[in-house]
């Protein structure tokens, strides 16, 4: 079967930000072509993703407003094993965490014990923030000086998002796998998690396809998007409408970004600018 690979930069993320796409795609693809697994060109190309400092995942993830970096990031396989990380602090590669995760008997660590576990596996200590972060920070700071937002934060209508990461594959052999990585949204409180490392919310794998999502996670979460999407496809239905169907559940004002592959086709739905990449230019085949 021809491999296929998409990845996204988010829900309101710039087009200027396309050639990273493009990158996490290609590196992606050659573990595909090379005859590897789904699981492992999501992870490769989340990880170029994390690592490119415009964006929000890993490096140049946002701040929370007391100014520490708490990210997110989630793999689902298409045997329905998945691995995550919620409000990790100081790694390069939240991915690469919740990819150890994935071989445990657990699906989600957070917080400090997420921390431990990324170092009891060999993940060193590593500051993920860049001028880019502090002076997004410096915003919110200033925007709530001056009242606005937060109360809590207004439902988040208005809120930037923009720069979350995600990337779903299908290989040769005919398996799914998705991922997603954040750094959240702006205004965060500490300890705030939101949908891209729940199961369901921000991804979904299963024998029938792969979804991950982008966008304000608290509406995400109550949608339980991402298996929203999945049961649709589950159902027959080609990944295009069924990443329409999610989108319709959304307000105009709640941005979201959403990809899906299956095993005939694979789609994209966004109600904001998304920087996307996908290895087929057609949407069915
Ligand atoms: N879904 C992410 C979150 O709420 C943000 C985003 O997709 O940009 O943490």
Known sequence: MRPLLIT???????????DAAEAAGARGLEVLVRGGRALDAVVESIVILEDDPRLNAGT?????????????????NWDREAGAVAAIEEVKNPIRVAYDVLKTPHILFAGADAVAFARSNGHPRYDPSTPESRRNLMESLEQIRKGRLPRYA???????????????????????????????VAFMLPGRVGDSPIVGAGLYAGPRGAVSVTGIGEEII???LSKFVYDRIADGLAPQRAADRGLALFPDDVPIGIIAVAS?????AA???????SSSARRTF
């Open 271 to 277: 109600n904001r600018d998304m920087a996307f990449f």
């Open 60 to 76: 140049g993830s946002r701040m929370r407003i007391d100014g520490r970096i708490q990210m997110d990031a989630a793999l689902m």
């Open 8 to 18: 996204h930069c988010g829900a309101g993320s710039d087009p200027s930000v396309q």
């Open 154 to 184: 207004r439902k988040w209508k208005g809120v930037p998002i923009h720069d979350t990461v995600g990337a779903v594959a299908r290989d040769r052999r005919g398996r799914f796998a998705t991922g997603s990585s954040t750094g959240g």
């Open 264 to 268: 005939r086709a694979w789609g994209e």
């Open 222 to 224: 109550k949608q339980v």
